[in-house]
C-alpha cells in the first residue's frame, strides 16, 4: 500500500477506532464494570447525584466523577450497556488526540502519530474498551493535564486553567495519587535542565489552587454522605469520615497496606503485567526501556523528553512498591509509553528494523494461531468462520504492506490488534458473556416479567443483575431480610444454586428460570475448553417467592 507515512498512520488511527465500535453494543462484564453501571443507575433511579449506592448500601471507594459521567450518559441516552460504554469510549478516542497534541508539539507531528497508533492498538486498551473501567477517563484526563500545563510552561493562563481542571477531573475518577503521573514529570524536568525558578513560580501554586476549587463538588458529597452522618456503617464500623478517606485511606492506606482495602503487592507484577499489557508493542518498548540508558540516544531527543520519561518511571515505580496492585492500574501511563516506543521507532536503524520486522511477525503468527485455537476448542457456533476471518486479516496485513520498512511493521502490528479486536468483540465476549449469569438473568427478568420487584438473596456481588434487572434491585442479606420483604407483589429474587433447597422448603418458591454462571474475568484452561466446561460451572435460579 503506497500511503505517505503520515496519511497511513491517520489511516490506521480510523480503522482502530472503526474496530472498536461493535465493543459498545456487548455486555457489561462484571466485576467492576457491571458495578459502576448500577451505581450509575441507581443515581438515575434515585435521583440524587450526591450520594452513591452500591450493593444496597452506602458505597465509599471511587470518587464520583465515573459514575456522574455513566449517569449523564443514562439521563441522554436512557440506561443501557451502550449508554453506559459510549463515554469511556470517546474519551479514549479523546486521550488519542490528546497524545497526539503533545507528542506533536515536543517532537514532530509523525511522532505524535506513530504514538496515537500505539495507545489505541494496545491489548489492554483494547479490552478496558470492551470492559469499561475507570482507567480509561484517568488516562485521558492526566494526559490532558499534562498537555495543558506543558502549554501553560510557555505561559499561556488559560492553559494554566485547563490544565488544573483535567487535573481535578482525574482526582475525580481515583483520587490525589493521580497527580504523580502529572507532576513527577514536570518536577524532575526542571530540576535536570536546572529551570529552579519554575518551582518557585506562583502559576503553579494557582494551579494547585485551582485543583481544590475544581474538586469542591466531591468533598461535599463526601462530606454530605458520610461526615455529617457518623453513624453509618461503612467498612463494618461506624464514624468513617468521608474526606479522611478520600485523602488518605483509598491512596495512601492502599499503598502502606494499613487502610480499610488492603492488598498483596509484588515489585515484578507490573514487569510482566506489561509484557502482555502492551502487546504487541512490549517487546518495543522494553527494548526502548534499555535504549534509554545509553547516554548518546537522550542527548539526541528533545530536553521535553525527561518529563516524559521522568513521568512513567515515578509512576511505575510507586505501582510496583504498591501493596495495591490490579493490571489495568498501569494504563495510566500507556501513553507515556507510547511516545517511548514511537520515538525508538523513529531512530531505528535498517538493521534495527529488519530485527523487529521479524519479531512482529513471529507475534503475529503466534496470537493468531492461539486465537483460531480457542475458536476450535471454545465451542463456537461457527469456529471456521472465525478462524478465516483471523486467516484474511493475516493475509491482508502481509499483502497490503511488504517491504522491511517501518510502515510494514506498525502497519502489520496494528492488523493484529484489528484482528484481535473482531474476535473479542464480535464473537468471544458475547459468547463469554451468555455464561455471566446476572446479565442473562436481569435480561431475562426485563423482557418476560417487567413488573417483577426484583432482589437478591445471600450473594453480594450480583452487579450485573443489579445493573440489567428492572428497576431497583434489593440487596436481602438474610432470611429474615426475606420475611419483611415477601408481602411484596411480583418479588423475584436471584438466587445461587446452594440457597434453592432451603429457599423451597421453607416458602411458596416458584422456579422461573436457571442460569449457567463463570467468573468471566478468572478464565481457567477446562472453562475455554467446552468438553470440560460444565464440570467448572455453577447455577443460578430467578425464584418467584408467592
Known amino acids: 500500500m503506497n500511503l505517505k507515512d503520515t496519511t497511513l498512520y491517520k489511516f490506521l488511527i480510523v480503522l482502530l477506532a472503526i474496530a472498536s465500535i461493535p465493543a459498545l453494543f456487548g455486555g457489561v462484564m462484571e466485576p467492576d464494570g457491571a458495578l459502576y453501571a448500577s451505581m450509575s443507575k441507581n443515581i438515575i433511579l434515585f435521583k440524587?447525584?450526591?450520594n452513591l449506592y452500591g450493593r444496597g448500601a452506602d458505597w465509599l471507594d471511587k470518587p464520583h466523577l465515573t459514575f456522574w459521567i455513566s449517569a449523564a450518559s443514562f439521563k441522554i441516552f436512557g440506561i443501557s450497556s451502550f449508554a453506559y460504554k459510549l463515554p469511556s469510549?470517546?474519551?479514549?478516542?479523546?486521550g488519542a488526540g490528546y497524545l497526539y497534541r503533545l507528542a506533536k508539539d515536543i517532537y514532530d507531528e509523525k511522532t505524535g502519530l506513530i504514538s496515537a497508533v500505539i495507545f489505541l492498538s494496545a491489548l489492554h486498551i483494547i479490552t478496558s474498551t470492551f470492559d469499561v473501567r475507570a482507567e480509561i477517563y484517568i488516562t485521558t484526563f492526566t494526559l490532558a493535564s499534562i498537555y495543558h500545563y506543558y502549554k501553560a510552561h510557555q505561559n499561556s493562563f488559560w492553559h494554566l486553567v485547563a490544565g488544573s481542571f483535567f487535573a481535578a477531573c482525574a482526582i475525580l475518577i481515583k483520587g490525589i495519587f493521580v497527580l504523580i503521573p502529572v507532576f513527577a514529570g514536570f518536577i524532575i524536568y526542571w530540576l535536570f535542565t536546572e529551570q529552579y525558578q519554575e518551582l518557585i513560580k506562583p502559576?503553579?501554586?494557582?494551579?494547585?489552587?485551582?485543583i481544590f476549587v475544581f474538586i469542591t463538588p466531591e468533598l461535599y458529597s463526601l462530606y454530605t454522605q458520610f461526615d455529617l452522618h457518623p453513624e453509618k456503617i461503612v467498612f463494618e464500623r461506624t464514624g468513617v469520615s468521608g474526606l479522611k478517606f478520600f485523602f488518605w485511606d483509598s491512596q495512601f492506606g492502599r499503598f502502606?497496606?494499613?487502610?480499610?482495602?488492603?492488598?498483596?503487592?509484588?515489585?515484578?507484577?507490573f514487569l510482566h503485567t506489561t509484557l502482555w499489557a502492551f502487546l504487541p508493542w512490549s517487546v518495543l518498548f522494553y527494548t526502548a526501556v534499555v535504549n534509554l540508558f545509553k547516554k548518546k540516544n537522550r542527548i539526541a531527543l528533545a530536553p521535553e523528553s525527561i518529563m516524559i520519561w521522568a513521568s512513567a518511571a515515578v509512576t511505575f515505580l510507586i505501582?510496583?512498591?504498591?501493596?495495591?496492585?490490579?493490571?489495568?492500574?498501569?494504563?495510566?501511563?500507556?501513553?507515556?509509553?507510547s511516545i517511548i516506543t514511537a520515538l525508538y521507532l523513529r531512530k531505528l536503524s535498517s538493521k534495527g528494523i529488519k530485527t523487529f520486522f521479524m519479531i512482529q511477525n513471529i507475534i503475529f503468527i503466534l496470537v493468531i494461531a492461539l486465537l483460531s485455537a480457542l475458536a476450535y476448542f471454545f465451542g463456537?457456533?461457527?469456529?471456521y468462520l472465525i478462524i478465516g476471518i483471523l486467516i484474511v486479516v493475516f493475509v491482508l496485513a502481509f499483502l497490503l504492506f511488504k517491504g522491511i520498512l517501518l510502515e510494514t511493521v506498525i502497519a502489520r502490528s496494528?492488523?493484529?490488534?484489528?484482528?484481535?479486536m473482531i474476535f473479542l468483540f464480535v464473537f468471544f465476549y458475547p459468547a463469554l458473556l451468555k455464561y455471566q449469569s446476572g446479565m442473562q438473568a436481569g435480561n431475562w427478568l426485563k423482557q418476560n416479567y417487567?413488573?417483577?420487584?426484583?432482589?437478591?438473596?445471600?450473594?453480594?456481588?450480583?452487579?450485573?443483575?443489579?445493573?440489567?434487572?428492572?428497576?431497583?434491585?434489593?440487596?436481602?442479606?438474610?432470611?429474615?431480610?426475606l420475611d419483611r420483604s415477601k408481602h411484596l407483589k411480583d418479588l423475584v429474587v436471584y438466587i445461587p444454586e446452594q440457597e434453592l433447597a432451603k429457599l423451597k422448603s421453607e416458602y411458596h418458591a416458584e422456579i422461573l428460570k436457571s442460569f449457567e454462571y463463570f467468573h468471566t474475568t478468572k478464565l481457567t484452561g477446562k472453562f475455554l475448553n467446552a468438553k470440560t466446561r460444565p464440570q467448572v460451572l455453577e447455577h443460578f435460579y430467578l425464584v418467584k417467592i408467592h
Do not use: C, M, R
Request: proline fraction near 8%.
Open 450 to 481: 417487567p413488573t417483577a420487584k426484583p432482589a437478591v438473596l445471600n450473594y453480594i456481588d450480583a452487579f450485573s443483575f443489579d445493573f440489567y434487572a428492572p428497576g431497583e434491585v434489593k440487596y436481602l442479606h438474610n432470611y429474615s431480610d
Open 414 to 420: 496494528v492488523f493484529l490488534s484489528i484482528g484481535l
Open 319 to 337: 505501582f510496583s512498591l504498591s501493596k495495591f496492585q490490579l493490571p489495568h492500574y498501569i494504563l495510566i501511563i500507556f501513553p507515556q509509553f
Open 203 to 210: 502559576k503553579w501554586y494557582i494551579a494547585i489552587l485551582l
Open 48 to 50: 440524587d447525584w450526591f
Open 380 to 383: 463456537f457456533e461457527n469456529p
Open 256 to 269: 502502606f497496606n494499613n487502610g480499610p482495602i488492603k492488598g498483596k503487592g509484588d515489585i515484578s507484577f
Open 89 to 94: 469510549f470517546l474519551f479514549g478516542l479523546l
